[in-house]
């Protein structure tokens, strides 16, 4: 599968933004699709993961509940709506698909990924 992330920008903090993940190709919803992100000097870590047919959903503990992550299959695709950002949001954006039971955490569990897009959050 191929995947095209898009959606980033820079905003305020306190601002809302959505960020997708579209897919090419066919049977996507078999697919369990993470969101990562990457600030400069550190490592890429995760931020919300999507389950097969998106039955279950997971997030990183710091976020307290600003994001969330859903897919609409119909469309192939698969979106992170991020709410109440602080500059420590900042970042470059990716997100990742394989065909994994349950979500994955790690970048390591993920063959196909997107471009990426930045997303700044100004103070």
């Known amino acids: 599968v191929q995947l095209q992330a898009s959606g980033g920008g820079l905003v305020q903090t306190g601002d809302s933004l959505t960020l997708s993940c579209l897919a090419s190709?066919?049977?996507?919803?078999?697919?369990?699709v993470s969101w990562f992100r990457q600030a400069p000097g550190k490592k890429r870590e995760f931020v919300a993961g999507?389950?097969?047919?998106?039955?279950?959903?997971t997030y990183d503990d710091s976020l307290g509940g600003r994001f969330t992550v859903y897919g609409d299959y119909g469309k192939n695709t698969v979106y992170l709506q991020m709410n109440r950002l602080k500059p420590e949001d900042t970042a470059v954006y990716y997100c990742?698909?394989?065909?994994?039971?349950?979500?994955?955490?790690?970048?390591?569990?993920?063959?196909?990924w997107g471009q990426g897009t930045q997303v700044t959050v100004s103070s």
């Open positions: 999507i389950d097969r047919r998106g039955e279950r959903r």
């Open positions: 190709g066919r049977y996507f919803k078999d697919y369990a």
């Open positions: 990742a698909a394989d065909l994994i039971s349950g979500s994955g955490y790690d970048p390591g569990d993920f063959a196909s």
